[in-house]
């Protein structure tokens, strides 16, 4: 059983470009979670999502940033015209259901650098 | 801020020693769990503690959770240098959905 999958592990982007970020959960597991981890810091909750619903995106800038997770595919971050400050490791996680009892598994990040 | 606080912000002993860092956290949670994240790798999960249980085990690990404290203590016993890492708490309050809210993490350095 594979575990959570992100691509691309490094993604670099000029100022103004767009990026776009993938997670595939576990198999078998329906809940989505991004996190944003800047240097020396600990992870920042972004965005919850279940296929085809945005459940929870109180993390999430209000501007610029955006996420999916469509029935067929992987979850999608989307940044749009990305600034210095979006440099980051961006983490997914996935859940095989809903409630705290369940425990997140990771993947293993995109990082991110804007130049 | 609801976030959970590591302390001590970073922690260096020699292998064989034991490493104690603590974290809290400032309202009532569902459950705490720690992670290690190896230096610009993924993280890890190493245990969940629900709020009604005061200790648990795994392997070289040992949790505790005082909630009349808001607090929880992670020891690793006869550390390796391979333990060498950065570890976070992460609560799952209540009422706030199921995200994880991290605290800034104890870096770890275990000296062969």
């Known amino acids: 059983n594979a575990g959570v999958m992100q691509n691309p592990r490094h993604l670099v982007r000029r100022r103004g470009q767009e990026a776009r970020l993938r997670c595939s959960p576990m198999k078998g597991h329906s809940h989505v979670y991004w996190y944003r981890q800047l240097p020396e810091e600990g992870l920042k909750f972004m965005v919850y999502?279940?296929?085809?619903?945005?459940?929870?995106e109180s993390g999430m800038p209000k501007e610029r940033f955006s996420a999916e997770f469509p029935k067929e595919g992987p979850s999608i971050l989307r940044i749009q015209q990305v600034v210095r400050g979006d440099s980051a490791a961006y983490f997914c996680?996935?859940?095989?259901?809903?409630?705290?009892?369940?425990?997140?598994?990771f993947g293993p990040g995109t990082r991110l650098t804007v130049t | 801020s609801q976030q959970g606080e590591e302390d001590p912000q970073a922690l260096s002993i020699q292998e064989g020693e034991n490493a104690t860092m603590n974290c809290s956290y400032k309202t009532s949670i569902n459950n705490l769990q720690w992670y290690r994240q190896n230096s610009g790798r993924g993280l890890v999960h190493l245990i969940l503690?629900?709020?009604?249980?005061r200790e648990k085990h795994s392997g070289r690990l040992r949790v505790t959770l005082d909630t009349s404290k808001k607090s929880s203590s992670l020891l690793i016993t006869a550390s390796r240098a391979a333990d060498t890492a950065s570890y976070f708490c992460a609560t799952v309050f209540h009422n706030a959905g199921n995200m994880l809210t991290f605290g800034g993490g104890t870096r770890l350095m275990v000296k062969p």
């Open positions: 503690i629900r709020s009604n249980e």
């Open positions: 996680a996935s859940s095989p259901g809903q409630g705290s009892t369940y425990e997140q598994y």
């Open positions: 999502l279940q296929k085809e619903n945005i459940i929870d």
